[in-house]
T-cell receptor, first 117, second 113 residues
Framework: AQSVAQPEDQVNVAEGNPLTVKCTYS??????LFWYVQYPNRGLQFLLK??????LVKGSYGFEAEFNKSQTSFHLKKPSALVSDSALYFC???????????????FGTGTRLQVTL | KAGVTQTPRYLIKTRGQQVTLSCSPI?????VSWYQQTPGQGLQFLFE???????NKGNFPGRFSGRQFSNSRSEMNVSTLELGDSALYLC????????????FGAGSRLTVL
């Protein structure tokens, strides 16, 4: 079975400061990892994904994430936070071996990011 | 190109009733997945359809069902509604293979009274 943990319910950061949203995962094989963001009353928007290759993945809106296989982590980062980044962030995982369930994602519980002036 | 369209966006039902939600995927996408989002349980996978066949199913009771049509549009149905079915129901479409990215609709918010 695959699982995702987001240990922080909320992360608070001042605008202009770097931000990190933590994610750890568990899969039997090699993971496909994703980050999504959700704004109020909206669906989820894709930010970035890791499949293979470079451990540092760059995504939309200046976000990036670092894949660490030994720590089974995929933390989301941004060098300089904006107030408009305030939203709910979800990490998700898929085991690439599950070709029969190719589109099923397992999500973490979400981390609310609050960026203040 | 048009995104994933879910209808209706909001609806209110009473216990015991049934509800049907609709999802139109991105053109060319053959996979449609459904997720339930609640404050307590987070995002839970309901089922996935690919080329009109249910490819995977989550741990939900049989009251939750779905189908996909030949044009890839999908519907999900919840019968005998319970208060606990109140949630945001999200539909996502994708090409259905490999490390494909799910594109989500805005969701249908169901309130059961």
């Amino acid at each position: 079975a695959q699982s995702v943990a987001q240990p922080e319910d909320q992360v608070n950061v001042a605008e202009g400061n770097p931000l990190t949203v933590k994610c750890t995962y568990s899969v039997s094989g090699n993971p496909y990892l994703f980050w999504y963001v959700q704004y109020p009353n909206r669906g989820l928007q894709f930010l970035l994904k890791y499949i293979t290759g470079d451990n540092l993945v760059k995504g939309s809106y200046g976000f990036e994430a670092e894949f660490n296989k030994s720590q089974t982590s995929f933390h989301l980062k941004k060098p300089s936070a904006l107030v408009s980044d305030s939203a709910l962030y979800f990490c998700a995982v898929r085991d690439y071996r599950n070709t029969g369930t190719a589109s099923k994602l397992t999500f973490g519980t979400g981390t609310r990011l609050q960026v203040t002036l | 190109k048009a995104g994933v369209t879910q209808t209706p966006r909001y609806l209110i039902k009473t216990r015991g009733q049934q509800v049907t939600l609709s999802c139109s995927p991105i053109s060319g996408h053959r996979s449609v997945s459904w997720y339930q989002q609640t404050p307590g349980q987070g995002l839970q996978f309901l089922f996935e359809y690919f080329s009109e066949t249910q490819r995977n199913k989550g741990n939900f009771p049989g009251r939750f069902s779905g189908r996909q049509f030949s044009n890839s549009r999908s519907e999900m149905n919840v019968s005998t509604l319970e208060l606990g079915d109140s949630a945001l129901y999200l539909c996502a479409s994708s090409s259905g293979a490999g490390a494909n990215v799910l594109t989500f609709g805005a969701g249908s918010r169901l309130t059961v009274l």
